[in-house]
Nanobody, 127 residues
Framework: QVQLVESGGGSVQAGGSLRLSCAASGYMLTYSNIYMGWFRQAPGKEREGVAVIRSDGRTDYADSVKGRFTISKDNAKNTLYLQMNSLKPEDTAMYYC???????????????????WGQGTQVTVSS
């Protein structure tokens, strides 16, 4: 299993930046086929995938954040990051860190495929 704790959310004006962190622990982190990612859910909307990073460092992004957000991880610190630049009001949501094991495919950005979740951190972008 894996335990995930997010931090770094807050309020920012449009065009600003935030960096989210997710501290991870648990034996799943040793798996070679672990996927870790960021997801978000705005009020009244379904949860959606934002960015995912594979154990080999390859990344996947939602089209809406490509070029603005960067996912990364520090294996020594067992920490996942999401650097968010050029933030827009439509980026306002609760952001969640998630983890799962598996093999690559179309599922990696689908929230329903992940069984391990953090508690979330709120990001609010004002215009």
């Amino acid at each position: 299993q894996v335990q995930l704790v997010e931090s770094g959310g807050g309020s920012v004006q449009a065009g600003g930046s935030l960096r989210l962190s997710c501290a991870a622990s648990g034996y799943m982190l040793t798996y070679s086929n672990i996927y870790m990612g960021w997801f978000r859910q705005a009020p009244g909307k379904e949860r959606e995938g934002v960015a995912v990073i594979r154990s080999d460092g390859r990344t996947d992004y939602a089209d809406s954040v490509k070029g603005r957000f960067t996912i990364s991880k520090d294996n020594a610190k067992n920490t996942l990051y999401l650097q968010m630049n050029s933030l827009k009001p439509e980026d306002t949501a609760m952001y969640y860190c998630a983890a799962e094991v598996g093999y690559g495919g179309s599922w990696v950005l689908k929230p329903k495929e992940y069984n391990y979740w953090g508690q979330g951190t709120q990001v609010t972008v004002s215009s």
